[in-house]
Every structure is written in C-alpha cells, then in structure tokens.
C-alpha cells in the first residue's frame, strides 16, 4: 500500500515517464516494466494506480492535452484583448519546429503539483507525441472519445473569445461557430505541417500565414 499523501505524486510520476517511454519508444513497444524503470517505482504500484497498459495510455492522454488548457490558462489575463487572448492560444497550442538531436535531451513535466511554471513538454517530444496520441485515437475508441471531447472544449473556448470580440466592437462575426471550428482547423493543419518540418521556402514564418487567415475572417 503507498504511503498517505503519496498518491498525487505518484501518479504524475508515472505519467511523466509514461509519456517519456512513448517518446522513446512509441506507443505499441512501451511497456508497464519500461515505465517502472523510468519512474524508479516497481510494476505494482502502476498497476495499483492505473490498473492495465490501456488504461494507463488513456491518462497519459488525458493529460497531454490537459497540458495545453493549463499552461493557456494561466498566461490569459482580465483585460486582454480579443486578439491577445487568441495570441496565447496560438502561442501554447502549436508545436514548434525544433532540433531533433538536442530535444530529447531535456525532461518533460506536465503536471501542475509544483506549479504551472514547471510544467513543459520539449518541442520534439511534443511532436512525438502528438503523432503517436493521434495516430494510436484512429483505432482506438476511448481515445477519440477523449480527443472528441477536448475539442468540443476547444471550439466552445475558442467561440467564447469570438463572442467576446464581436461584445467589444473587435469583431463583426456573425457565424461563431463556423469561425471557431475554422480557427480549430488552422491550429491542427499547422500543427502537422509543423511536426514533420514542413514550410515552403517562400513563407517566412506560418504563423504570419495563421494571423493573415484569421485577420481576413475578423475583417482586420
């Protein structure tokens, strides 16, 4: 039995070496002994914890993409601007292109126990596993449900912004929802485009690309 007070630890812990494990080795070859190792725990207390590989994948899952909700929330300030607010987003949300050889060097932390600010993922392992959570959610029932339901979050955050726009004279949109899913798109085609190091030679920075659409929608 783990000690009192021990739990909260533990798990993100284990979370954290699970999600390094996917890094290394992807999702199929990891394994619960491969992410005892790395949590320097044994295999029962995983198994204490998170009962089963799949069930320990859904929550790795579940909190990669909490990551980005924590670490956006935390910078939105009272008074920002729609198009600040939207800034952040665009900021936390997109993965940035990166150096393959020095990323995997640095360790990840996506819990918030010892505060946002030591929360972050590396660029690479960010990529990493973006494509592996992704890919594995195309065969894996519980694992779209878990991304279908981030990204009705997504979309209902991204509207409330629009709305707060259009309230405060920014903006003139008259199809929210259309704009929000539209916005959602942007971040996820960039987002691929950005993990396997693709930009044409003639665009200078993506994101430029990213507020141009986004100007173009909000008549800016």
């Known amino acids: 039995m783990p000690k009192v007070g021990m739990e909260p630890i533990r798990r993100s812990q284990i979370i954290n070496s699970t999600l390094e494990c996917i890094c290394k080795v992807?999702?199929?070859?990891?394994?619960?002994?491969?992410?005892?190792?790395?949590?320097?725990?044994?295999?029962?207390?995983?198994?204490y914890y998170f009962k089963s590989k799949d069930n320990l994948i859904l929550?790795?899952?579940?909190?990669f993409l909490s990551y980005y909700g924590t670490k956006i929330n935390s910078e939105v300030g009272k008074n920002m601007t729609p198009f600040q607010i939207l800034k952040i987003v665009q900021k936390n949300a997109l993965p940035e292109?990166?150096?393959i050889d020095k990323e995997f060097e640095t360790k990840l932390n996506v819990s918030e126990i010892h505060g946002v600010g030591s929360m972050n993922i590396p660029p690479a392992k960010k990529a990493k596993?973006?494509?592996?959570?992704?890919?594995?959610?195309m065969v894996d029932a519980k694992l779209q449900a878990v991304l279908h339901?981030?990204?009705?979050?997504?979309?209902?955050?991204?509207?409330s912004i629009i709305n707060y726009g259009n309230k405060v004279g920014d903006f003139k949109e008259t199809?929210?929802?259309?704009?929000?899913?539209?916005?959602?798109?942007?971040?996820?085609?960039?987002?691929?485009?950005?993990?396997?190091?693709f930009k044409p030679e003639e665009i200078d920075d993506d994101v430029d690309v990213f507020w141009s659409v986004l100007n173009s929608m909000f008549g800016k």
């Open 26 to 47: 992807g999702i199929e070859k990891m394994s619960l002994d491969m992410v005892a190792k790395e949590a320097n725990c044994s295999k029962g207390v995983i198994s």
């Open 129 to 137: 596993l973006f494509v592996s959570f992704f890919s594995r959610a």
């Open 59 to 63: 929550e790795a899952f579940k909190a």
């Open 149 to 159: 339901e981030v990204y009705k979050g997504d979309c209902k955050g991204i509207s």
């Open 175 to 197: 199809d929210i929802n259309k704009s929000a899913y539209a916005i959602i798109a942007l971040y996820i085609g960039i987002s691929m485009l950005r993990v396997v190091g």
């Open 97 to 99: 292109y990166y150096n």
